[in-house]
């Protein structure tokens, strides 16, 4: 496996259990709609959570938020309209993005709640 394939799952890995911490609820993770994948699907008290978990290691120079263009929103703000359709859940919904530095022997989380994107 590639090593940035590691490194997103280990990304992932680390904001699941860091949102687990917060009392979030996890429903999915990789959830796949098309060609499109929301990284996890959580409940947060009464509000479901589509986050977009964006990793990097220390010496990369981009932070990980940056990664997520127009397109990338238009197409996470796709899948979750999809999602909720299709799971026909009805809470309140809102788009966090989990951005996850690697470093050494620690990651350091940064928690954007509603990131982006119109209201459900």
Same mark, same amino acid.
């Given at each position: 496996?590639?090593?940035?394939?590691?490194?997103?799952?280990?990304?992932?890995?680390?904001?699941?259990?860091?949102?687990?911490?917060?009392?979030?609820?996890?429903?999915?993770?990789?959830?796949?709609?098309?060609?499109?994948?929301?990284?996890?699907?959580?409940?947060?008290?009464? !509000?479901? !959570?589509?986050?977009? !978990?964006?990793t990097r290691s220390n010496g990369s120079g981009e932070n990980p938020k940056e990664a997520i263009t127009k397109r990338k929103q238009k197409l996470i703000l796709e899948a979750a309209n999809a999602y909720i359709e299709e799971s026909g859940l009805e809470y309140e919904a809102r788009i966090d993005v989990l951005s996850v530095v690697l470093k050494q022997n620690k990651a350091d989380i940064e928690h954007i709640i509603d990131a982006f994107g119109p209201e459900f």
């Open positions: 496996m590639a090593e940035h394939n590691e490194t997103g799952i280990l990304g992932e890995e680390l904001a699941s259990k860091f949102l687990e911490e917060k009392n979030y609820q996890i429903i999915e993770r990789n959830w796949r709609w098309h060609k499109y994948e929301i990284d996890i699907i959580a409940l947060d008290k009464d !509000v479901l !959570v589509f986050a977009e !978990v964006k």
